[in-house]
């Protein structure tokens, strides 16, 4: 995390200041968001304020302070870490177990009737930085129960110190052949859709699809290879807004060739607010902040719709489906490597969650084409196992192994993934150290059931991904089981290792997000025992063509000729030591049999001794 952090017993005196700021300004309270101009689900330090503020790590959440309280709002996943990270900081925590909006204003409604004087309440956040969706359903609430919205303070700019600047690393672009398709043509695509909308400008502000639009990458957000930055695409000009010195000579001279001219990032809302009258501007609603939309002029139209390349980067192409795969062997020969390591280390030498994540960064980084991590390595022993977002640190962490021979017993759950040029990886397992319970392997197979299950499914194309939820579910379900999180999420090529529009989850669904081919996605289901044992088993699959079971179909008859399957792309060996057989099927036992049998004949090639040795005994039928 970044130095701007500091221990619980610097909050207060923190908080002291916000509410020093909020008196000035005749403000109530201020709401402080996990988030920044872009909505990023990582940020840059800048933006970290919650972070700063609160001394909660989670990546999501939200901080609400007034005068004498102050809360932290997060969901099931982060409970048990904010409990630990909020104590003695002087923040509550507020278990959201529904929409958020409601729970911000019940604490705020509590506040005005224990807390605050009478008169004008008024609710500060920071319009640049809160999305314009997510806003207004805030600013509706407040106003039925007679609060105002300021979204015009920035609080943290008058209190925070030191605050970072925006981050300097370098532009680069994203080259063939993994950038498969030139971004001219990714230009004139995005152009055909203002075109068929009637829109004569679109504003792109998520950086992911702004990296995705440019082919271009950066360094600027941890485990995301993206850069800050706006984009402004007219029907035949496109102007970068980026900061000064981040893009250099060659590539700018590159970008100029196709049409897209370079300004500094801090001119961004200027460009916007000066669309001549008559423009229409295509934006879409969940990927701008309210700051951005309010910078749009009075006489330009606006039209709410979808971001174009957030819908064309979901479905990956054939070229890059063939380096995502090429990516998946290289990350799987580095799991091999280092699971055959840990396997031989154990009881010989110190092994802990922090040396497991070291241990398997280095073995990735030994990997042709390997860029960075795609998120941060959750290594969880036992209990740590059970807290889905769990991160060791070096003042807290579990031992499982020391060189005088003592190795602990349970499970580890190990999620992880990796940057490559040609795919970004994101995967999770459950290992047996020493001999698992039978309530062990009953909650893995079970969870196992659900992967199975769900990985087997054919589907129409444009099933509603939520729809596709429950499937993973129901063998949990069936014992009066369940996980907090959703089943999968979206993954980005060489970007976001979380990216729409598709969402396997208990998500209320929308028409974008329909499965269609070249989608990858998450399937994880899970279960967990707090203070036990956490169980997830991850693989990434990709939406794939089913052929038409009636092959003189009438076309356009989905029931025939218009089906999707998965291909599971992730390639490491399955703990089948955890598999309780009495559960399994035949037909599942063979899925995985079949699994094992791939795993071993793709990565076979890449690795050799000790490593292969342990391939090979993984991979052996049941």
Not at 73 to 92: C, P
Not at 147 to 162: E, F, H, K, N
Request: contains cysteine; proline residues 7%; aromatic residues 8%.
């Amino acid at each position: 995390m970044p130095s701007a952090l500091a221990a619980p017993a610097d909050i207060p005196s923190r908080l002291s200041a916000v509410r020093g700021a909020l008196a000035a300004r005749q403000v109530q309270a201020v709401l402080v968001p996990s988030s920044d101009p872009h909505l990023s689900e990582y940020l840059p330090e800048r933006w970290q304020g919650r972070a700063w503020l609160s001394g909660f790590t989670g990546s999501s959440g939200t901080l609400l302070v007034a005068q004498g309280k102050a809360a932290l709002f997060t969901d099931s996943r982060y409970w048990e870490q904010a409990e630990s990270e909020l104590a003695g900081t002087g923040v509550d925590l507020v278990k959201l177990d529904g929409p958020a909006t409601p729970a911000y204003v019940a604490w705020l409604q509590d506040l005005a009737l224990g807390v605050l004087a009478d008169g004008p309440l008024a609710l500060a956040v920071d319009g640049h930085v809160m999305g314009l969706a997510q806003t207004q359903a805030l600013h509706d609430a407040l106003k039925a129960e007679g609060w105002q919205l300021r979204t015009d303070l920035d609080v943290l700019d008058a209190v925070w110190p030191g605050r970072p600047g925006l981050p300097d690393a370098a532009v680069f672009e994203h080259q063939p052949p993994h950038a498969a398709t030139s971004r001219a043509d990714k230009l004139a695509l995005l152009r055909k859709a203002l075109a068929d909308k009637g829109a004569t400008h679109h504003w792109i502000a998520t950086l992911d699809d702004l990296a995705w639009a440019l082919n271009l990458r950066g360094a600027d957000v941890d485990y995301n290879p993206v850069f800050l930055g706006h984009l402004l695409l007219g029907l035949d000009s496109a102007t970068l807004f980026v900061a000064d010195g981040k893009v250099n000579a060659e590539l700018r001279d590159r970008l100029t060739q196709d049409g897209v001219q370079i300004q500094t990032y801090g001119l961004a809302l200027d460009a916007l607010a000066a669309l001549p009258a008559g423009s229409v501007l295509l934006l879409d609603p969940k990927r701008v902040t309210w700051g951005l939309r309010e910078a749009v002029p009075e006489g330009v139209r606006v039209i709410e719709s979808i971001n174009p390349s957030t819908l064309a980067k979901s479905r990956k192409t054939p070229d890059e489906a063939r380096f995502i795969r090429q990516a998946m062997e290289r990350d799987g020969a580095a799991m091999c490597a280092f699971y055959a390591w840990f396997d031989q280390a154990l009881g010989r030498e110190h092994i802990s969650e922090l040396t497991i994540d070291e241990r398997l960064t280095a073995e990735r980084e030994k990997q042709p084409e390997f860029i960075s991590l795609s998120f941060p390595t959750i290594a969880g022993f036992n209990a740590n196992g059970a807290l889905p977002h769990y991160r060791a640190t070096p003042e807290a962490y579990a031992v499982l192994s020391t060189p005088e021979g003592l190795t602990a017993e349970g499970l580890l759950l190990i999620d992880s993934g990796a940057q490559y040029l040609g795919g970004t990886t994101d995967i999770t397992r459950v290992w047996a150290i020493g001999t698992p319970s039978a309530q062990q392997k009953r909650d893995y197979t079970l969870v196992l059931k659900g992967a199975l299950g769900l990985s087997r499914t054919r589907f129409p194309r444009g099933t509603l991904a939520p729809m596709l939820d429950a499937i993973a579910r129901a063998p949990l379900w069936a014992e009066g089981l369940d996980f907090g999180h959703g089943t999968g999420h979206g993954v980005g090529y060489f970007l976001n290792v979380h990216e729409g529009p598709q969402s396997i989850s208990k998500a209320v669904p929308d028409a974008n997000m329909a499965m269609q081919a070249g989608m990858i996605t998450s399937i994880e289901p899970g279960l967990y025992r707090p203070g036990q044992w956490g169980i997830r088993i991850e693989n990434l699959v990709l939406n794939v063509p089913v052929p038409p079971a009636v092959p003189d179909a009438e076309p356009g008859t989905p029931e025939h000729g218009h089906y999707l399957a998965f291909e599971t792309l992730s390639l490491c060996p399955i703990d089948t030591r955890c598999v309780d057989l009495a559960l399994m099927r035949v037909d599942e036992i063979q899925w995985l049999n079949d699994y094992h049998a791939e795993v071993l004949r793709r990565l076979s090639p890449l690795v050799s001794g000790d490593t292969l040795a342990w391939l090979q005994e993984r991979t052996k039928p049941i």
